[in-house]
């Protein structure tokens, strides 16, 4: 029987390797459970590595996991985005350990592109340094074909993650802006904080109210803005900055409930892409 206390060891590090797997605090905590069921079973002195042995277990169960959210997404209402960690404490639970940008919700869409084996092995190598031969023998592939999985989805990845790259304090300087202008409805500053070809995506989930679309364009971008904001006044919502997997973010509340979640991706001085999360089963109820 496998020890509570080797799994708290590495329970942190299966969390945040299951989150980014799969999109989900809800998911990623069933394939933590999961895991912990499967080492209760199991034989500890049999077991060389125990931290391994865990994280091989739980990139099998995510990696199967994902394959069905993967056909269950292609019927969701709208554009799907990742359910956000939201607040300043706790942190995410390996935020000592892993990058906040390898957390960012820009981050995990960009994963959507991967397919099942290919978003493990290369977060895997590139997040949570795991070796050629491990990852080889957890998808059953040579060390070759394993380096060359990792290598074409870090080329899908990281190129799109790099050509946006800014400062924590760009980001909330440019977020501070943002929430004056469209409080003020000031159509000007917004159309000069966005960039020519931004984009607006929003996930609703055909629960709240959301373009079903992405939205390209500053000018569409602002108009929708400045709709919402028309809105926002009469029902008494209120904006503010948080923390949003780990950077600072928007949080847009009604009364003490969060509606919706925003991140931005900028180069510092213009924001290139926006993605708000308004679907109320992604959001927690308050701010812890």
Known sequence: MGTPAAFDAVKPRLFGLAYRMLGSRAEAEDVVQEAYIRWHQADETTVRNPEAWLVTTATRLAIDRLRTLKVEREAYVGPWLPEPLIGTAPAPPDRDVELASDLSIAFLVLLERLAPEERAAFLLHDVFDCGYAEIAA??????????????????????EQQRFHSTEEARERLLQTFVAAVEARDEQSLLRLFAPDATWTADGGGKAAAVPHPIAGAPAIVKLLLGLQTRFAREGVTMRLGTVNGETGVLISLGSRIAAAVTIVTDGERIESAYAIVNPDKLPPTLQ
């Open 138 to 159: 957890l998808l059953g592939k040579s060390e070759a074909a394993s380096r060359q999985i990792v290598h074409r989805a870090r080329g899908r990845v990281r190129g």
